[in-house]
């Protein structure tokens, strides 16, 4: 399409530059057919009832007591989807209030009784898969084939703490006495505070409320202001399911007041955030007055290692599923790519030419990988970052600028000859940016990836078992793919090292962020 300064069109709020009557015209029935699409897909998810607008608290749905609300938008047209009740300190107060009540019924349920109501919300989420695959791509913006895999993996963490419900085991231990018995229990910590990020609306749910409630805690849900709609449809359907009243709250809206209240209540025990580092370190601090128990995941700046001996299709794949899944937003995603001098043009060639069979555009049309950053701040931060870069000398290869498509579209770049006195080598640019940096030895990319606060995931591609093991071992990061690019499971344990964050999410090791462990000893034992 040939973008000129000619004539400005608004359609269903998509903006364009366009120099003839044939680029109007396609321009024209593209945002019409994004804006009816959206449209047909909320009125469906209204009549199912899963299109929902008030929080959740003690199992009713509530507006905000002032009857505040807040807008929520299509990251694609701009179109408002719904208007959402804006909470604050009071809802949130009775939330965890109501939290706090059903703690005590939830946590004295049986493991198996708790087990088998989460297999029922794992089941009615994958018997609404394409409703709530509907509703993310709707409010954050990623393809619905995207969007529909991300509830497949969030509903697997239901799924799995299902049954790791039942496989919370304390120990006996040999006494120091002969009268004595000790043993361990591992008894759930309580109220949960769980703030959660837009860019994965539902996962960052159950990743959090799966282990919770399995453990037997309650839970009060925060999520993001931008992307409310799949929490509260996802609450819907836990309430469906057999959630009891008060062991699921969501309330959204004013996020600092949310916030605070979460972090003063003495009743709260636990807070679990995923987001930025810089909001993580303000949680962590504003919970030390009431000493909750904290887990963290944090920002990353995931350095992608391609060696000489690694195969070139397997590193290009690899890298370009960590670089641009969900437009390169996400905590994972390849933020520097580190390709050994021999390999390095090569490399740059053929993964650009991938980058470029990339489909950008609304996520309810075909074929489309790539969808919109979630809003205008994204971009200008991108935009920052590459104007920063060229003008230390990077050179764009492909993209490096707002896609054609208007609103929040930016096309997938690649940018060679990056150094590290620029920005996008040192701070997470959350969008799709491909940097290609140089090495020479092992040595140097081991030193460059290390070279940084971040500590979340890396990614190595080689093809040789000795240089892999030396490589994964000194790289100073919680997650490590070594040829392969997508590595999260609910199996495995998800969490940071270094400012990305603290615990473990997923996995056995998820279950034990939400116990505590009480030591009992059991005296004159030797009395008949």
Known sequence: MVIGAAARVAIGGCRKLVSSHTSLLLVSSQCRQMSMDAQSVSEKLRSSGLLRTQGLIGGKWLDSYDNKTIKVNNPATGEIIADVACMGTKETNDA??????????????????RSKVLRRWYDLLIAHKEELGQLITLEQGKPLKEAIGEVAYGASF?????????????DIIPPNLSDRRLLVLKQPV??????????????MITRKVGPALASGCTVVVKPSELTPLTALAAAELALQAGVPPGALNVVMGNAPEIGDALLTSPQVRKITFTGSTAVGKKL???????????SLELGGNAPSIVFDDADLDVAVKGTLAAKFRNSGQTCVCANRVLVQDGIYD??????????????????????????????????????????????????????????????????????????????????????????????????????????????????????????????????????????????????????????????REGSKYGMDEYLEIKYVCLGDMNRH
Not at 99 to 110: D, G, H, I, K
Not at 190 to 203: E, H, K, R, S, Y
Not at 284 to 294: I, L, N, Q, R
Not at 420 to 434: Q, R, T, W
């Open 96 to 113: 965890i209030a109501s939290s706090y009540e059903a703690f005590t019924s939830w946590s004295r349920l049986t493991a198996g009784e």
């Open 158 to 170: 239901i799924e799995y703490y299902a049954e790791e419900a039942k496989r919370v085991y304390g």
């Open 190 to 203: 309580g109220v949960v505070g769980a703030i959660t990020p837009w860019n994965f609306p539902l996962a």
């Open 284 to 294: 962590m601090a504003a919970a030390a007055p009431t000493v909750k128990k904290v």
């Open 346 to 503: 090569k490399f740059a060639e053929a993964f650009s030419e991938a980058v470029q069979k990339l489909e950008v555009g609304d996520g309810f049309r075909d074929g489309t990988t790539q969808g919109p950053l979630i809003n205008d701040a994204a971009v200008q931060k991108v935009e920052t970052f590459v104007q920063d870069a060229v003008s230390k000398g990077a050179k764009i290869i492909i993209g490096g600028k707002r896609h054609s498509l208007g609103m929040t579209f930016y096309e997938p770049t690649v940018i060679r000859d990056v150094s590290d006195n620029m920005i996008m080598s040192k701070e997470e640019i959350f969008g799709p940016v491909a940097p290609l940096i140089r090495f020479k030895t092992e040595e140097d990319a081991i030193r460059i990836a290390n070279d940084t606060i971040a500590g979340l995931a890396a990614y190595i591609f080689t093809n040789s078992v000795q240089r892999s093991w030396r490589v994964f071992e000194a790289l100073e990061y919680g997650l490590v793919g070594v040829n392969e690019g997508l590595i999260s499971t609910e199996v495995a344990p998800f969490g940071g090292v270094k400012q990305s964050g603290l615990g």
